[in-house]
């Protein structure tokens, strides 16, 4: 039934679409597309508990604090570790869209992209603490089905459409058809397993004691999942683990590869899993229209060419893959109605109301 004043919400309403990932959070506001990009970092005194800062800020402390002040990830492998920090983290961003606007809006309708492989607990944490920070309604939808939307892959026709989404903490890989999710599997080996790699690598092999930030830069630079055209170098600091001093160590591409290929091959066992089980109709889509490679993952140097070269079938990566979920999450929140049967699928959150 038509409510007028509901109608007079939505024209007003700042609705948006959230990308709530381990690493980074994207919040993608109705009309004006990704407003917010920052790390999913909140830093707490540890005394009180209280949050001192989010987001960039508080990134940029990881490592660096006093005693008495700690950086933490409230999200662990794509789920809430801390409720209460990842409840003060989402109020955090959506006042922050709230305070770009001129004019007094009402609370939004909001979208979350949540790995698939999360439980009932667990949907219902990141639906409550959406409320709690000041959501009018919540909504769910799975990351990869957000990803193969914000990709623009016709997952409501009858036609077979594939997305690996490897994000910070889970990689997600998925068949649609039918706005259904016809085959899914989440991992969570991904982006921070990466960096991870990277540092027990430099410890073993060179007993040098590396940040996640240093693993991180690694990755970024010569990272890869296939022999590049021409192998490159960085230097790793840190600390040696046997003088105690410190210690600047140059390492290859060709030594990184090596420590990220237990990771890589986890990734690529999972997406030929995932296709053992895809029916032959569906692959044949495939064959002929590819895999879309999403999520920050997804910039390895290489990886679409190893996936490529494993599956036998064209694996490209996304138009701007690191935005795809919060843009497939916030085309979603722009049409409930058109895509009620996605959000269906799972848990359904929406009308809830917090006064």
């Known amino acids: 039934m038509f409510n007028p004043f509901n109608a007079l919400l939505g024209l007003f309403s700042m609705d948006v679409g959230i990308d709530l990932g381990t690493a980074n959070t994207l919040v993608h506001v ?29 990134k940029e402390m990881v490592g660096r604090t006093p005693a008495n002040v700690v950086a933490i990830r409230p ?66 939808i799975e990351e990869p089905m957000a990803a193969a939307i914000g990709s623009n892959l016709p997952v409501a026709e009858p036609i077979g459409s594939m997305v690996i989404d490897i ?3 889970t990689t997600e890989v998925a068949v649609f058809s039918l706005e259904g999710i016809v085959v899914s599997r989440s991992i969570r080996v991904a982006g921070d397993e990466m960096d ?26 010569i990272g890869s999942a296939y022999p590049l055209p021409e192998e490159q170098t960085i230097t790793l ?9 410190p210690e600047a160590v140059e390492v290859s591409s ?24 895809t029916p032959p109709e569906l692959i044949a889509d495939l064959m002929e229209n590819g895999i879309a490679l999403t999520g920050g993952g997804s910039l390895l140097q290489g990886l679409a060419e190893r996936l490529s070269e494993e599956t036998r079938i064209r694996v490209y990566v996304a138009e ?11 085309i979603v929140v722009e049409n409930l109605d058109k895509y009620s049967r996605v959000l269906a699928s799972l848990d359904r959150v929406g009308g809830n109301h917090r006064g």
């Open 167 to 169: 994000g910070g903490g």
């Open 75 to 140: 999200l662990r492998d794509g789920v809430i570790s801390e409720f209460e920090i990842t409840e003060a983290m989402i109020r955090y961003f959506i006042r922050k869209v709230h305070e770009q606007s001129f004019f007094p809006i009402p609370r939004p309708r909001v979208v979350i992209g949540i790995p698939s492989g999360v439980t009932q607990v667990e949907k219902r944490a990141v639906r409550d603490a959406a409320l709690a920070a000041g959501a009018r309604e919540a909504y769910l």
């Open 30 to 58: 109705r009309g004006k597309g990704i407003v917010i990009n920052e790390p999913s970092v909140v830093a707490i005194d540890r005394r009180t508990k209280r949050p001192l800062a989010i987001g960039i800020e508080a």
């Open 254 to 277: 060709v030594e990184i590869r090596e420590a990220l290929s237990d990771a890589v091959s986890t990734i690529v066992d999972t997406v030929r899993s995932a296709l053992d089980e």
């Open 320 to 330: 701007d893959p690191l935005t795809c979920v919060a843009r497939g999450a916030g």
């Open 196 to 221: 991870e790699a990277i540092i027990q690598y430099a410890r073993q092999k060179y007993n040098l004691l590396i940040g996640q930030r240093m693993a991180e830069r690694a990755k970024i630079t």
């Open 237 to 245: 600091r840190g600390r040696n683990l046997v003088t105690g001093l």
